[in-house]
């Protein structure tokens, strides 16, 4: 297992976590992770690589060990932000290479399109849902906004790491125990209690109030200039979902001027845990 470093990075009044590996002189190349992940899950993909990269993989404000922005809900526009924040520091001067999964990847599109100079090619490894889709109408979101606000939302405990690890694999069993293990350390921290809980800010399971009509996300797309990659575990079900709808698809599809498409099999919707060495081919060949 390749040896990280962690580095603490002040972004718009948060304290980020940084995790880097690999030599600063080398290419950089940013991971960007999911929703309630953490940047170490990363790790096995990193462990893969052949070449020599400045790999950085930042936390997300509320999640890991990063800061709590303290707001009621998290939502794209902050973590957009907080991209372009960080990559003035990490690549000022060119644009970047990008790998999101999820959530990390949604924000990656939606930034590719919105600083279209600042990013030379972009993987998107399961997160081309766009964000958006079909919402509750505005009273019924809000409403259900305000309920949770009031609800006490907390993370789910586990009596231990090991059962933590033992749930990761009852819901993918794709996952072996080192490395659930692994990862149950990563995300998990204990609480005062001595139980386990998700090392993630609970706002982050809350809804936001705000919608985020698809229209405009894949407006955002269009002015994307950079190469884009698209990735998907053939057992996620959410590529099935997509071409089961042949109008959405091409209204993604069509939205890139220069897109790839590849599919890994026996991997689900976390791909990089899955099926890191494949993934770890695809992103060199592709910012070859």
Known sequence: MRASRSETVPIRGVDYHVRRWGPGHAPPLVLL????DVCASWQFVVDALERDWDVVAPAWRGHGLSGRSGAAT??????????DALLERVTPDA???LV???MGAQVAALYAGVRPDRVSRLVNVDGFGPPGGRHDPAPRRWAKWLAQLGDGTAQRPYESFDEFALRMRSENPRLD???????????????????????ADPALKRTSPLAMPQDEVIDCWRQTRAAVLW???????????LAADPQAFEARAGAY????????????HNVHHDQPERLARLIEAFMA
């Open 231 to 241: 990735v998907d575990g053939a057992q996620s079900g959410l590529w099935a979902r």
């Open 74 to 83: 998290y939502g794209f526009p902050a973590y957009v932000a907080d991209l």
């Open 95 to 97: 644009p970047a290479r």
């Open 100 to 102: 999101g999964h999820s």
């Open 33 to 36: 992770h999911g929703s309630q």
């Open 257 to 268: 001027a220069d897109l790839r498409i590849e599919h890994v099999d026996d991997a689900g």
């Open 177 to 199: 125990e080192a490395r659930a293990r692994f990862l149950a350390e990563q995300w998990g921290e204990l609480a005062p209690d001595g139980t386990v809980v998700r090392r």
